[in-house]
């Protein structure tokens, strides 16, 4: 089973009291719905003093993220957002451009090709809930569940991946968890 063979992702993070107050490094795995580990999303390069100190902050969101989506340590994408707002862009790992991932609203994600055109918007290609709190070895994790819509074209399937993996870098917030509540993106 591979990352992108599977309609269901089960999407963890750590989640606990040190996490919230030091947590600087972005980190998801990705498991499918029969608990096989098929992804770890990380950053790729060490944070300079600066990106670090901003990262435990509500400024977290707007700084740089470079992260690497690898499966048993081979890359797989490669995701990457400026600082400040702008679109996240999605590439695979020899850094041919897949596309790039827009927050239009606060529930609404572009997915654009790489000319910056718009495909569909995420809730069209996918289902996404956020945010149980639940337990895997004996530690806490935040559980966000991607369900993709079967037969879902390319790139829009690795786009829908792509947000489903970095969606705390999408919506803005990095690796700051002091806002946001659970809400679910519904396949059209």
């Not at 040190?18 to 944070?47: I, M, N, Q, S």
Request: a positive charge; one cysteine or more; glycine letters at 14%.
């Amino acid at each position: 089973m591979n990352l992108f063979g599977t309609d269901t992702l089960v999407i963890e993070q750590p989640w606990g009291p040190g996490r919230h107050l030091f947590g600087t490094r972005y980190r998801v795995r990705a498991y499918t719905e029969h608990d096989v580990p098929v992804a770890d999303a990380t950053d790729r390069k060490g944070l300079g003093p600066v990106r670090k100190l901003l990262r435990t902050t509500g400024f977290s969101g707007r700084t740089t993220f470079d992260l690497v989506v690898a499966q048993h340590g081979q890359p797989l994408l490669l995701i990457h957002k400026g600082p400040g707002r702008p679109p996240v862009r999605v590439s695979r790992p020899d850094g041919t451009p897949v596309g790039a991932l827009h927050r239009e609203s606060h529930t609404h994600f572009a997915l654009l090709d790489p000319a910056g055109t718009r495909l569909c918007y995420f809730g069209d290609a996918a289902g996404f809930s956020q945010g149980a709190i639940a337990k895997r070895d004996g530690r806490r994790v935040r559980r966000d569940v991607l369900r993709l819509r079967p037969g879902t074209p390319e790139p829009v399937r690795t786009l829908a991946v792509a947000v489903g993996l970095a969606f705390d870098v999408v919506r803005g917030k990095g690796t700051a968890h002091t806002g946001g509540g659970g809400f679910d993106l519904p396949a059209a």
